[in-house]
């Protein structure tokens, strides 16, 4: 159900869906969709995709079912949700034969959710995203709950492997704002925090130091401001009266009583950070003294952009903090120690890594291996496989669905194709060149000298010899087709195309995108 964000290979593109195409051919068993949190990339794909599953019943806790119905007014067109409100701790019946037993596990939103589902071959667990929380004195805690599910037996267990390569336990969220204070209380002047507007449980926890500081609070950024609304709406940002001010009103206060919350921690060109390091943000001017914490990771692709963002910051005065620097970002994802002791509390039969790179999930696997599930029993499968599952037995089995990517972008949905994408690869490589050819339709012959137009390829007006030698080509050509009249003009462009690319490959050594337009007269 989830997004996923563009990867270098795919430019252009907004985010990527997942294909249902197997899915909505069985979607009369589909029972219910159960949601295990509100980050995008595990509810993102919904308004897209509900209706091609039947609308079946969704079964959310309340800031999930709160985010995704803010989501859904951007989707007019989106069928009508029947969501199911659940509580941790609920056990509810999907169908005849299936029921659903949700629990809390520790993530950076509230009321995450993993679930366990009772089936008749046994009990499937599926832990969401997690970490483990721990307390002041480095215990973690919550871990009776998953020893009970232990206790009722678990045939397979599907768990995160987004940070199974990495060694150790959670930093603790202690650690963090304990570290975040310090900070904060050493700033002189302004404080702006840069981090996920998905981080709930952090920006909760920034606002209660910041009133405790005596900082009012602007929130920057449309995630940063819609998502705080919707945690203040439930209670999970308690910020008092009059903490919450609009950035507007920032100038009102003296520095060292103000704080920003902000969107753009990666770098994104689009966020609420950028637009202040650009100097495009209406009341936001970095000055000196300006304290800047950037408290998120950066995410695997983004490092080129934080870089600059801190070089940004440094140049205009502002002091930055980053988590390279000290603990001010904990994962929301459970490291190899966290796994582990997991594993051993559940005690599953077979062990099915999710999330993650494939050597992620591998690395999951080794895990499991040494917290006592059987080599054997460890499955690691890719997208688009098909397991049956018995009381006895976890079968990969050799059917394949499809699973490939479906591309949004803009408003369209699947109408990127790769095609489109190896344009878009091509024309960032090796640029293009547009040629216009305006022809006497009935003598085919050119009525003026071909224009040609170039961008991201070579700059022209230096390299007058190539263009004389693409219009001579041209003319060249044009005096080789004798009956013009009879020719399909997509046989001219093919012509056209084939003889210039050519040319220029061996002059340049690249290969542009050319579109010739031909105009008749
Ligand atoms: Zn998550």
New binding site residues.
């Given amino acids: 159900m989830g997004l996923q964000f563009p990867e270098e290979e795919t430019p252009g593109i907004d985010y990527i869906i997942p294909n249902v195409d197997y899915l909505e051919k069985k979607k009369q068993n589909i029972a219910a969709i159960v949601l295990t949190?509100g980050?995008y990339?595990?509810i993102g794909a919904l308004p897209h995709v509900l209706a091609r599953l039947g609308n079946p019943p969704i079964y959310a806790t309340s800031i999930t079912k709160a985010i995704i119905e803010k989501r859904a007014d951007d989707f007019p067109n989106a069928p009508k949700m029947n969501i199911q409100l659940v509580k941790n701790g609920d056990e509810m019946k999907l169908s005849n034969n299936i029921t659903a037993l949700f629990f809390g596990v520790p993530?950076?939103?509230p009321e995450?959710t993993g679930v366990m589902l009772k089936t008749p071959i046994g009990n499937i667990v599926h832990f969401a995203?997690f970490r483990l929380d721990y307390d002041d004195e480095g215990n973690p805690h919550g871990l009776e709950e998953f020893e009970k599910l232990g206790k009722m037996g678990v045939h397979t267990f599907m768990v995160d492997s987004t940070a199974a390569e990495r060694p150790g336990h959670s930093v603790s969220e202690k650690t963090v704002e304990k570290n975040l204070e310090e900070i904060f209380r050493a700033a002189e002047g302004r404080i702006a925090v840069a981090t996920f507007s998905s981080l709930i449980t952090r920006i909760a926890e920034i606002i209660k130091i910041a009133e405790k500081l005596g900082r009012k609070v602007a929130l920057n950024g449309y995630s940063m401001k819609t998502n705080i609304q919707i945690a203040q709406g439930l209670g999970f940002v308690k910020a008092k009266e009059g903490t919450l001010i609009s950035v507007e009103e920032i100038n009102n206060y003296k520095d060292d009583k103000v704080m920003i919350l902000t969107t753009g921690a990666q770098g994104e060109s689009n966020a609420g950070l950028m637009k202040i390091i650009n100097g495009e943000h209406r009341s936001i001017k970095i000055k000196p003294g300006d304290t800047f914490v950037l408290s998120s990771s950066v995410i695997p692709g983004n490092e080129r952009s934080v870089q600059t963002v801190k070089d940004n910051l440094a140049r205009q005065g502002a002091v930055v903090y980053h988590s390279g620097l000290v603990d001010i970002h904990s994962s929301?994802h459970a490291p190899k120690g966290d796994i582990g002791l997991v594993i051993k509390l559940l005690k599953p039969k077979f062990l099915m890594p999710v999330h993650g790179y494939y050597f992620m999930r591998a690395a999951n696997g080794q895990t499991a291996r040494e917290s006592g599930v059987l080599k054997d029993n460890v499955r690691l499968m890719d997208n688009g496989q098909v397991a049956e599952l018995t009381k006895d037995e976890f079968k990969i089995t050799k059917e394949e669905v499809p699973a490939y990517y479906v591309m949004v972008d803009g408003l369209g949905v699947g109408d990127v194709e790769e095609v489109v994408l190896r344009d878009r690869r091509a024309l960032a490589a090796e640029g293009m060149l547009v040629i216009i050819l305006t022809v006497d339709r009935d003598k085919g012959r050119l009525l003026k000298n071909p224009d040609i137009i170039s961008r991201g390829f070579i700059y022209l007006k230096d390299n007058q010899e190539i263009l004389d030698e693409i219009r001579k080509r041209i003319r060249g050509l044009m005096t080789r087709i004798p009956n013009f009249k009879e020719v399909e003009p997509d046989y001219v462009k093919t012509l056209l195309r084939d003889q210039v690319g050519q040319y220029l490959y061996t002059k340049t050594k690249r290969r542009p995108m050319i579109l010739p337009v031909v105009i008749e007269i």
């Fill in positions: 949190h980050h990339d595990h993530h950076t939103i995450t995203d929301g």
